[in-house]
């Protein structure tokens, strides 16, 4: 059993900067770790970063390295995801999720998806 909320979105103009966080419940791993993920209206969920469990090594998509950084509170099972030139195409609903980070992947381990957070960028 996993769960996932989602805070800290809301309506910016572009080049702004948001914080999103994530509450997480779930059994401490070793190697496995969080992901973020969004969704923009009429286009597939993707994955965007991710940090592990075990060493707090992180990994990005291209398409937001050196804009978003994400990090983690171990002890307080929060994850956070600062963001921050933002672009309209970055408009959509944020997630985290239980995730196995790789250099050129972020894939979602289980189906344990939260209402996620609104994140809107304004030109």
């Known amino acids: 059993q996993a769960q996932f909320v989602e805070s800290g979105g809301g309506l910016v103009q572009v080049g702004g900067s948001l914080r999103l966080s994530c509450t997480a419940s779930v059994p401490t791993l070793d190697y496995f770790g969080i992901g973020w993920f969004r969704q923009a209206p009429g286009k597939e969920r993707e994955g965007i970063a991710c940090?592990?469990?075990?060493?707090?090594?992180?990994y990005y998509q291209e398409f937001v390295e050196g804009r978003f950084t994400i990090s983690r509170d171990i002890a307080k099972t929060m994850v956070f995801l600062q963001m921050n030139s933002l672009k309209p195409d970055d408009t959509a609903v944020y997630y985290c999720h239980l995730s196995r980070c790789t250099s050129n992947s972020v894939a979602p381990l289980g189906d344990y998806w939260g209402r996620g957070t609104q994140v809107t960028v304004s030109s």
């Open positions: 940090i592990n469990s075990d060493d707090d090594r992180t």
